[in-house]
């Protein structure tokens, strides 16, 4: 993709991406880098668009759980803080063209499988002896969230389910909240690493890709699980995300 030209089709993806993670209370930066890597867009501006876009989607959600009362702040803030340093220092890490895209196809795959895991939003369950060891996945969550340009979520709240660490909206609330401060950390390394001038580069030529997940954000968390269950919408996305990633690693 060149530098200033955004094609449709490129914008109907990221709608229709941040319509699905949306809906189930995630970001969807790591299939942003992918959707972008296919393009061909140079691949040390994914993780700033990416990034950028993830922003954008989940502040809106982390704004509605604050507000609901949802947050388990005492628990989530533990999470955040370890992992927020951590993301920034991803974002600093310099990394290969080619380890960069092989990560980041191996994400989209482990994304999908961790999609997969069952959520029961009635479990009331008492707490796994795991549970209060779930702020250590923080930091190498972080940290791997800066390098490649995802919040993290994804993968985190699966393990708070199986450990049993909070009710189901509490868990998505905290995901959430990790999602939206790994992004904002993660993207000041890449722009510390980069220079400001990259940075102005990559969200001049996405600003379209911006306001397609805008959209895509909006319609998928105010109305996408009305629509179908949210089963449905989590097996819809892991199947996204898996050909995606499939396509990324075939490639590499």
């Given at each position: 993709m ?6 449709a ?5 990221f709608?229709v ?5 949306a809906s ?5 930066g790591s299939t942003y ?11 040390r501006?994914l ?11 989940v502040t ?9 009362g949802?947050?388990?702040?005492k628990k989530?803030l533990v999470?955040?803080a ?6 920034f ?8 063209e080619a ?5 980041l196809?191996a994400?989209?795959v482990?994304?999908?499988l961790?999609?997969?895991?069952p959520?029961r939003e ?6 796994t002896r795991f ?14 969230a800066g ?5 993290g979520g ?12 909070h009710e189901?909206?509490?868990i998505a609330?905290?995901?959430s909240l ?5 992004s904002?950390?993660?993207l ?5 690493k ?14 379209p890709?911006l ?7 909006q319609?998928?968390?105010l ?5 179908l269950p949210?089963?449905?919408?989590r097996?819809?996305?892991?199947l996204?995300?898996?050909?995606v ?6 490639g590499?």
């Amino acid at each position: 993709m060149m530098i200033g030209a955004v094609p449709a089709l490129l914008a109907l993806a990221f709608l229709v991406t941040a319509l699905l993670y949306a809906s189930v209370g995630f970001g969807g930066g790591s299939t942003y880098s992918a959707l972008l890597a296919l393009s061909g867009l140079d691949y040390r501006l994914l993780p700033l668009v990416s990034l950028a876009c993830n922003i954008v989607v989940v502040t809106g959600g982390s704004i509605r759980f604050a507000r609901a009362g949802l947050t388990p702040w005492k628990k989530a803030l533990v999470i955040v803080a370890l992992g927020a340093p951590a993301s920034f220092l991803g974002g600093l890490t310099p990394i290969k063209e080619a380890t960069f895209l092989t990560l980041l196809g191996a994400s989209l795959v482990l994304t999908s499988l961790f999609m997969l895991v069952p959520v029961r939003e009635d479990a009331k369950g008492a707490a796994t002896r795991f549970a209060r060891w779930m702020p250590l996945a923080a930091a190498p969550l972080g940290y791997f969230a800066g390098l490649v340009g995802i919040g993290g979520g994804v993968f985190l709240s699966p393990l708070l389910h199986l450990a049993r660490w909070h009710e189901a909206r509490g868990i998505a609330a905290t995901a959430s909240l990790f999602i939206l401060v790994n992004s904002l950390f993660g993207l000041a390394g890449q722009m510390v690493k980069n220079g400001p001038d990259l940075f102005g580069q990559a969200i001049g030529a996405a600003l379209p890709l911006l306001i397609a997940v805008v959209i895509g954000g909006q319609v998928g968390s105010l109305m996408a699980t009305r629509v179908l269950p949210p089963h449905w919408i989590r097996w819809l996305t892991a199947l996204l995300v898996l050909v995606v990633g499939v396509r990324l690693l075939v490639g590499v």
